[in-house]
Nanobody, 124 residues
């Protein structure tokens, strides 16, 4: 059974950067798709980015465009989310997820497996 463990969240000032990590076990990042999504208090889940087995990146909306980057490291079986120029509206719990059937299709929030999430707070 696949397990996903996110880390790297924290408190950052507006304009700052964070790199989130998602360590994968029970699956291989090289052969399956993995994505990042987030959920802010009182709001619906929002898909961000997904990277396919062929390293094709799907962007699900304007929130991540130009500021966030997804990547993977096959050697450590880890998926990363690099976030730059962070804004207060980026405050949320960030999750990584995977789904063997859906892959990167859909809205980027309907993953069969996801981690416990990591809190990102953007504030002074």
């Amino acid at each position: 059974q696949v397990q996903l463990v996110e880390s790297g969240g924290g408190l950052v000032q507006p304009g700052g950067s964070l790199r989130l990590s998602c360590v994968v076990s029970g699956d291989t990042v090289e052969y399956n798709a993995f994505g990042w999504f987030r959920q802010a208090p009182g709001k619906e889940r929002e898909g961000l980015l997904c990277i396919s087995s062929g390293e094709y990146v799907t962007n699900y909306g304007d929130s991540a465009r130009g500021r966030f980057t997804i990547s993977r490291d096959v050697a450590t079986n880890t998926v990363y989310l690099q976030m730059n120029d962070l804004k207060p509206e980026d405050t949320a719990v960030y999750y990584c997820g995977t789904d063997l059937v859906i892959g990167c299709y859909g809205k980027g929030v309907e993953y069969a497996s996801r981690g416990q999430g990591t809190q990102v707070t953007v504030d002074y």
